[in-house]
Structure formats: structure tokens, C-alpha cells
């Protein structure tokens, strides 16, 4: 078979690849990250690279501009390579890195603020479902002739350990010499689940004290990472990274048309076994620890994401009705995952509700105290899904629905992640029409990221550029709003702005895949809403989750009728409420067992059959809403 | 016992053309028809199709009524309100469809002018629904009848800002036309009163389906529709509504076919004629104000309806 070499710059990484193979494969091939929304289609136009020299075969596409095509854009996905190329990955296509999270203040609402955290982790009693446990024995004689194993089990006893003790055959092969190593004193690693104490390893002497454990939230788009100290409870060392898969499709559906190619489920499963290795490996260099030390792995995850790690099948997860293979999982280990770890480590699955309601929001419920409290909570999180539960001590319902990739940059003709350069804050001067932008990191504009979205349609419908249906009045006395190639559209950055190298716009196609998002998550919101007949203002605390919900401002969010109308101070952002669980699972079997509890008593509501559900999206298709009085503070009306 | 409910709301009045003939429609108090428990000053109304080029697929039954004037407007007109009694005409500008005639704003401007001069009832007119060639050709009709106060449709999402705008400029009402949708036909009364236009100008065209063509889920709309202006107060949905009749009936394959395609059928023109009558009263219970029909008889059906209703309660 005749194989070419391709390079991609600036990374300067090579694969070698099949003739005829795409450049989207070969990126892939050589570890090249390069955003794929569609996850290969042709549909996004994300894949933007300019071929540099060698012959290719590309398919035409009304997502390359001519002009562009003049230059040597190609879509990497439509592009086969038929000799050696080089190939340059423009800023635009790359992955970026995960920008830090930064303190800000919000604007709207009550941020849980670091000292929070910490006084929620005072309030756990440290108990981790795998602990090490130092042991000391009396020295067995003629007269006490009991064996080892029963001698540890005694001292693990006296431990606190009173569930049945079992031992691991690795951890029996190893007990004679580590028990008459040290003169009788041993550290025993143990797994404390609710029916048996299942003792893993044991060690010669005292090594406790230098055990942790890794949580990890495995995000559709971001993998983050904590180690976490058993004898503190607090993490040591924390991180984050694109989750690799991205290359391989934007949102969850697309990763499950992905898993259904031809070696798509294992490759899948490679690219986040190696993301976490990614983040393990910096994790242990920033603790100055080795893999030794990592005693269990807590994964918190969505239904997809869980299904993807483990390696099963999600195929019926996106067919009608919908069924996941499991939603509570067994312990694994982590070795035979992949992951870069001891042959002892297990990992412990966070267990889920249903397909589209996942681990990552029973544990950030869990954290934010929900299913305890007796005030009335509505937690939701967005990204190009919308979860949401409602509830409290006596009840939780929950739904979800697809808001599609348009919160995270995707299906928007500039849309982009929030990396650096995406335009996030936008004012639009309702007088002149002039827009004010702002980017992360203060770098030149290269695209649009979700909270930029959010800003920009609810500046432009304040200051008129678009009508309630999002549509753009062209005949403005200004050139930002214009018909373009892909029909009207305003400029929010024009060529030579701030040091943009083209013009940014945002279309009306563009405002009408946010509409559609915006109106999903609202309808979603008023479903269960009615399904206990509660109203919004009965609901004492609404809880913002995920990265998206913490950049979003929520006052511009309102509006454009994404949340709820309620008052600032029933606003909290949780931020990670998923690794936050995955970090309660760790140092405390209660916790553990009570996120167990919480997903078993779950009612998940579908909507995909709803009635309810599609008549209010059609009504929450407009700005803020078709019923103006679930917006009391939303000015509406004409504007000359 | 006797169990009444009293509504918050009232669908507004509107009123169409001017002096002596003009008609006021809408006001009621209460759900369609439900006399027992409020007002309904205004009876349902009745207006005559008539087109501004020959139609060349209508069935023998709905032809032989305006055999003689089928070929001019304004005989045409004159016809439906001298002859027929109509209490409005509705006109058709059926020669602007982009796929037939495709004739523009400036072509058939005369025309309007011409039967809305001729007529001393109230005139509406009505474009193809073709939300581009609308935009282009109902400024010019609204232009050519301007002083009569008459009503403009259809007005679409894609083209309120152009059409209604018309309607504003040359002082008529305005027909918003949405896909038998309450979210859609509020969102568009909403977009459309922003622009300038009180809401006593606009009548809701929820969008008509013939018996056996969807006259159920039309009928549930304009429920909804009422439900939500009587009971949740709701304002943008407390304006009349307009229904097309004659054109979906008389396009239904159980009203064109003819006695000799299927003798068990019977009588073409009788069947004709019930179909629209059976979907014009439907609709009358479902809360409609102003029905635009085709045939004579159909008409006479639905009066005597309307008559044996109102008289019944008075």
C-alpha cells in the first residue's frame, strides 16, 4: 500500500498515512488537534489548513470562500492526501489550550468562592472508600497460631474496618513478607465498599501519608484533573485539557456517529485514555509524585463519556428509547483502561441517571447540596447539551436537551471555543451601531466564543439590530449590518479592528442556531417546572453549573431569555460541580454512597415525545419569549 | 345549577372600510359562541373570493356561478356584492404567483383599484404567500386601494417588516399569517404591533385547513387561540381572525372530482357546497370572524347557520 509523509506546522509533527487518506486522519494520526465540530462531515467548516506544498484531491465546498480558496484553504475533512504534504494548521483551527480560570468576580448572582470550598471539605468527615491503613500486630506463637490473613483482618478491626474483609490473591502472595518485614507492621491498602473490605495491596512498614487519589471530570470538551491528599482531603495539584476527542466530533452525538465507524469506539477511547494520561502525567510532576502514589481514580463524566472510557457500546444511547448499557458501574482497573498506573489502581465510575443525564450532574447536585436541602433548587448546566434538575429533600426530577454546539462556538460561522482571541464581551452602541468587543487574553480577534454570542444577541436586540426573531435589520444607517455571502449579517469586527486579519460576523444562520439552543434550555427549564406545577418563583436557589455557566453573564443571558428571570440573589454558580463530586466521592464512602442515593432517586423526565416541550420551544423562539411576562425585567418593545 | 365563567379577556373590534358599509368584527366576551356567558356584538361575516386573472382549476360547480364576469375583476366584484349578498370581497391576486403568471406590483395595481373603486362593501387583498413577491407586490396593491381601509394579507414572518409596513403607511389593516402555530401567530402580532400597527388593525389568519385537509388541527389552533385571549388575557392574541376557505375546499380532491369519475359520490355541485359549508361553520364554532368563501349556496348554508345560532340566543 502506498503510504505519504505529512507534516503539520507549526507543530512540525508528522504521520504517515494510506493514499487517499484525508488530512483530518492524518492530523489525527500525528497527535495534531484540529477543531472538527462535525466530526468529519464537511458540515462545519472548522477544519480550515492551508496546504503548503504536495498534491491533494479536495472537494469543493460553499464553507471555503473563493477568496480563502485563492489562498490554499482547504477543509482538512474533504481534502485526501496524495503525496507527501505540508501542511499549516492556522490559529482559528488549533485546539488551543484551556485558558486558567481566573477569580473574577460575577456580575449577577453569588459566585462559591474558594473559602466555601474549603469549608464544605471541613465539613466531610475524611473516610475515603480506598485508604491505607497502617497496621500493627502482635507476632503469632505456638500458642497464638492464627494465620496472617486473620491477624490483619484483627487489625483492621481495630482500624474501624467492620465490614467483611477479603483479600485480593496480590495482596495474599505479598502478606508474609510484608507482615514479618517490618516486624509485624504493614500498610494495607483497602477498598471499602458498602458489603466487603477488599484488601488490594500490602506493604512492609508505614507508607501511609503519601497516598492520593486522582477525581477527574471527563467533559465532552474539557478533561480536569485533581489529586487529591487522603490524609487532608485537599487537592494537591489540579489541571485541565481539551478532551482529545474533540478531533473526532464537537458534541456527544457526533462522538456516538463516530463510535459507530470502523475502530471508532476503540480510537475514542485511546484519545481520552489519553487525555488523562496527558493531565496524569503533569498532575504527578506538579506533586512530585509517581503513579505509586495514586491509590484510585473517581471519574465523573456524562452517560457518553462513561460509556466511551469503559469502553461499551453508546450506539442505542442515541436511538429510540434511548437505553444505556448501565448506569451504575463496577470499580475497573485502571490499567486495563489505559491509563498510565499501578496494576492495584481501580477506577471507580460515577454513576449515572439516564443516556442524557449523566454522573458529572448527580455529583454536582450532590455538591451543591440539593438532595438534602429543604429549599427548592433548580440546577442546570449548558453546554451543547442542557441538563437540568429540579428539586430538593423530599424530590428530583430531571431532563435534558440538546442546545446543540452553539453555546460552545460550534455551528456558528466564527464561533470558536473561549481561547484565546475569541471576541467574549460585546457592547453594541444603540445610537451609532458601533460594537465594543473584548477578547480573551486581550489577543486580535479570530472568532466568537458562547458568552461572546450570548452578549452580542442580547446587545444587538437592545440596540435594534435584530428584531425579536433574530432577524437583522439591514437598512440601518450603518455598514456593520450588511447582506453577505451567507445572507445578512453584522460585522462585529471588521478586518484591520483590534488587529483582526478578516472580518467577524455573526449571520442570521448564526442567530438562529442560538435562538434555537436558547429556546431549547428555556422550554426545557418550563417542562419541569410544570411536571411538580411549581412556578420559577417558587424556586429558592438557581444553580448555575459547568465553564459555560461561569463565563456566562448571567443579566445578558436573561436578556435574551436563556435562564430564568429571578432575582440576583438566587443566583450561585457552582462552577465544576462534577469533579467537585468526584472529589467528595474520594475522601468520604458517605458521600460516595449518598451520590449513589441521589442517581437512584432521580426521576428523569424525556422530552423527546414531550408535547409540552415543543410547544414551549416554538414560544421560546423569540426574544426574550413569547409570553413577555415570564420577563418582567426585560425591556421589550419597538425602537424607532 | 347553573355554572358560568366569566373571562378576563375581550377580542378586540376591528373595523374594515369606511362609512355606511363598513363592518366591525370581533368584541366578544366569551368563548366562541358561548352566548350564556358573554357578548358577541358582531356576527360572523362573509367574503366572496374573487381573483384577478381567470382561474383555470376550479371544478364546473364553483365556475358556473361567475361563468359571465370570471374574466373581469370588477363584474366579478359587483357581482358577489349585488347578486350574492357578499358582506365583503376578498381579492386574489393570483397573477403575481413567481410559478404562474408572475405578474408585479406595478401590473396588477389597477386592478385593485379599479374593484376597490367599484365595490361600496369592504374590500381585503390577498397576495400568493409567497413571502418574496409579496414583499414586492402588496406595498403596490395597498398603495392602489389606499383610502378604502382594507385588509392586507397575507403578512408573513419573512415579510412583516415590507407588508404590515404597507399597511401602516397606506392606513388598512393587516392579516398576519402564521403556520397553525399560537406561539408562531403571537409572535408575529407581537413583531407586527411594534412596528406601529395598533392592534385594532390586525386580524389573525391562523392558517385554514378544508374538511379532511387538516380542519382538526386548524380548529385547535383558533381554540387555543381563544382559550388564551379569554382565559390568560393574553393581548397579543385578542384580535380577530380570518379564515381562507373557498380556495382549500375547492382544491380537495372529494369536492373536484366529478359525478361521472364517481357516481356513489353524487351530485358534484351538493358536495361542493356541503364541504365548504361544513368547513365554514367548523370554524365559526372555533371562534372565526371573517370567512372568505366561494360558493353562493355554501354561503346561503352558513348564513342560515349563523342566523339559526344568533337568533337562537337572542
Not at chain 1, 60 to 73: F, L, M, R
Not at chain 1, 188 to 193: F, P
Not at chain 1, 293 to 314: D, E, K
Request: hydrophobic share 40%; aromatic share 6%; glycine share 8%.
Amino acid at each position: 500500500m502506498k503510504t505519504h509523509k505529512v507534516t503539520f506546522y507549526p507543530d512540525n509533527r508528522v504521520a504517515e498515512v494510506a493514499d487517499g487518506e484525508s488530512v483530518l486522519t492524518a492530523a489525527i494520526a500525528a497527535e495534531v488537534h484540529i477543531t472538527a465540530t462535525c466530526g468529519g462531515d464537511g458540515d462545519c467548516g472548522k477544519c480550515r489548513v492551508i496546504v503548503d506544498d504536495g498534491a491533494i484531491v479536495t472537494k469543493q465546498t460553499p464553507k471555503v470562500s473563493d477568496e480563502d480558496a485563492a489562498k490554499g484553504y482547504v477543509l482538512a475533512c474533504l481534502t485526501s492526501v496524495t503525496s507527501d504534504l505540508k501542511v499549516l494548521v492556522p490559529p482559528e483551527t488549533r485546539l488551543g489550550i484551556v485558558p486558567e480560570e481566573t477569580e473574577e468576580a460575577v456580575t449577577y448572582g453569588k459566585m462559591m468562592t474558594a473559602a466555601e470550598e474549603a469549608e464544605s471539605l471541613d465539613a466531610i468527615t475524611l473516610d475515603p472508600p480506598v485508604a491505607q491503613f497502617f497496621l500493627t500486630m502482635t507476632p503469632p506463637t505456638l500458642d497464638d497460631n492464627a494465620s496472617d490473613t486473620v491477624r490483619l483482618t484483627r487489625a483492621l478491626r481495630q482500624a474501624g474496618v467492620d465490614e467483611p474483609v477479603i483479600f485480593k490473591p496480590a495482596a495474599l502472595k505479598e502478606a508474609a513478607v510484608a507482615c514479618r518485614q517490618e516486624e509485624w507492621q504493614v500498610t494495607a491498602t483497602v477498598r471499602r465498599d458498602p458489603e466487603q473490605a477488599l484488601v488490594t495491596m500490602l506493604q512492609p512498614g508505614d507508607q501511609t501519608g503519601r497516598a492520593v487519589a486522582l477525581a477527574i471530570d471527563v467533559g465532552t470538551t474539557t478533561v480536569v484533573g485533581k489529586l487529591i491528599d487522603l490524609d487532608t482531603k485537599e487537592a494537591v495539584a489540579e489541571t485541565s485539557a481539551y478532551n482529545r476527542q474533540i478531533s473526532c466530533g464537537e458534541d456527544v452525538i457526533s462522538r456516538i456517529v463516530y463510535s459507530q465507524r470502523p475502530g471508532g469506539q476503540a480510537r475514542l477511547r485511546e484519545l481520552v485514555v489519553d487525555t488523562i494520561n496527558e493531565a496524569l502525567r503533569r498532575l504527578l510532576t506538579a506533586a512530585d509524585m509517581t503513579q505509586d502514589n495514586v491509590v484510585a481514580v473517581y471519574a465523573a463524566g456524562n452517560t457518553i463519556m462513561q460509556h466511551l472510557l469503559l469502553g461499551l457500546n453508546p450506539k442505542y444511547l442515541r436511538e429510540e428509547p434511548y437505553i444505556p448499557t448501565a448506569t451504575t458501574f463496577p470499580w475497573v482497573r485502571a490499567r486495563e483502561l489505559g491509563l498510565k498506573l499501578g496494576p492495584r489502581t481501580n477506577l471507580y465510575p460515577l454513576p449515572c441517571v439516564a443516556s442524557y443525564l449523566g454522573a458529572d450532574i448527580v455529583a454536582g447536585i450532590v455538591a451543591a447540596g440539593i438532595p438534602t436541602s429543604e429549599k427548592l433548587s433548580l440546577y442546570i448546566d449548558v453546554g451543547t447539551n442542557g441538563e437540568m434538575v429540579l428539586g430538593n429533600n423530599e424530590y428530583l426530577v430531571s431532563c435534558s436537551c440538546s442546545a446543540g454546539p452553539a453555546f460552545e462556538g460550534g455551528g456558528v460561522k466564527y464561533g470558536m471555543r473561549a481561547t484565546f482571541g475569541a471576541i467574549e464581551e460585546v457592547l453594541v452602541d444603540p445610537t451609532t451601531y458601533e460594537p465594543t468587543i473584548k477578547t480573551v487574553g486581550g489577543k486580535r480577534p479570530i472568532g466568537i466564543c458562547g458568552s461572546g454570542l450570548i452578549d452580542a444577541l442580547a446587545e444587538m436586540f437592545e440596540a435594534g439590530v435584530i428584531d425579536a426573531k433574530g432577524k437583522i435589520n439591514v437598512d440601518l444607517p450603518t455598514d456593520r449590518t450588511r447582506i453577505g455571502p451567507s445572507g445578512p449579517e453584522y460585522a462585529l469586527a471588521a478586518a484591520g479592528d483590534n488587529g483582526a486579519d478578516r472580518d467577524i460576523v455573526i449571520t442570521e444562520a448564526d442567530i438562529d442556531n442560538l435562538l434555537r439552543a436558547k429556546a431549547a434550555v428555556f422550554a426545557a427549564v418550563m417542562v419541569l417546572l410544570d411536571s411538580v406545577s411549581v412556578s420559577l418563583q417558587d424556586v429558592d436557589r438557581f444553580y448555575i453549573a459547568g465553564s459555560f455557566g461561569r463565563h456566562l453573564d448571567a443579566a445578558r443571558a436573561i436578556t435574551i431569555g436563556l435562564l430564568p428571570d429571578l432575582p440576583t440573589d438566587k443566583f450561585y454558580y457552582i462552577g465544576n460541580g462534577s469533579l467537585w463530586g468526584a472529589h467528595n466521592s474520594a475522601i468520604s464512602r458517605e458521600k460516595r454512597a449518598e451520590i449513589a442515593a441521589t442517581a437512584a432517586r432521580m426521576t428523569y423526565l424525556d422530552l423527546s415525545t414531550n408535547n409540552k416541550f415543543m410547544d414551549g420551544y416554538v414560544a421560546a423562539l423569540f426574544l426574550p419569549h413569547t409570553d413577555a411576562t415570564l420577563f418582567p425585567s426585560v425591556k421589550t418593545g419597538a425602537r424607532a | 345549577m347553573e355554572v358560568k365563567e366569566t373571562y378576563n379577556g375581550k377580542i378586540r373590534e376591528a373595523t374594515i372600510g369606511l362609512g355606511d358599509t363598513a363592518v366591525t368584527v370581533g368584541g366578544e366576551t366569551s368563548l366562541p359562541l358561548y352566548m350564556f356567558e358573554g357578548a358577541a356584538p358582531n356576527k360572523p361575516v362573509i367574503a366572496l373570493e374573487v381573483y384577478d386573472t381567470k382561474p383555470e382549476d376550479w371544478p364546473e360547480a364553483a365556475i358556473a356561478p361567475y361563468a359571465d364576469v370570471l374574466d373581469d375583476p370588477v363584474k366579478w366584484a359587483l357581482k358577489c356584492q349585488d347578486e350574492y349578498k357578499a358582506d365583503m370581497i376578498c381579492l386574489n391576486l393570483a397573477s403575481t404567483n413567481p410559478s404562474t403568471g408572475d405578474r408585479n406590483g406595478a401590473d396588477i395595481a389597477p386592478i385593485v383599484k379599479a374593484v376597490a373603486d367599484a365595490i361600496k362593501i369592504p374590500l381585503i387583498v390577498y397576495g400568493t404567500a409567497n413571502a418574496d413577491k409579496d414583499a414586492e407586490v402588496m406595498p403596490k396593491a395597498a398603495e392602489a386601494c389606499q383610502g378604502k381601509r382594507a385588509l392586507i394579507g397575507p403578512v408573513e414572518e419573512e415579510n412583516y417588516k415590507t407588508v404590515a409596513a404597507a399597511a401602516l403607511g397606506f392606513d388598512h389593516l393587516a392579516a398576519p399569517h402564521s403556520p397553525i402555530d399560537v406561539n408562531i401567530a403571537k409572535q408575529l402580532n407581537i413583531l407586527i404591533t411594534q412596528l406601529g400597527l395598533a392592534p385594532e388593525r390586525v386580524i389573525i389568519d391562523p392558517t385554514t385547513g378544508a374538511l379532511g385537509y387538516g380542519l382538526e388541527y386548524c380548529y385547535s389552533v383558533m381554540e387555543r387561540l381563544r382559550l388564551a385571549a379569554m382565559t390568560q388575557n393574553d393581548s397579543m392574541t385578542q384580535m380577530p381572525m380570518i379564515n381562507q376557505i373557498g380556495r382549500e375546499v375547492w382544491k380537495a380532491k372529494e369536492v373536484k372530482t366529478s359525478e361521472a369519475d364517481e357516481p356513489a359520490w353524487g351530485d358534484a355541485e351538493t358536495r361542493g357546497v356541503l364541504w365548504e359549508a361544513l368547513t365554514a361553520t367548523a370554524l365559526i364554532m372555533a371562534g372565526s370572524n371573517i370567512l372568505v368563501m366561494r360558493h353562493p349556496k355554501a354561503v346561503e348554508l352558513t348564513r342560515q347557520f349563523v342566523a339559526a345560532l344568533t337568533g337562537a340566543t337572542n
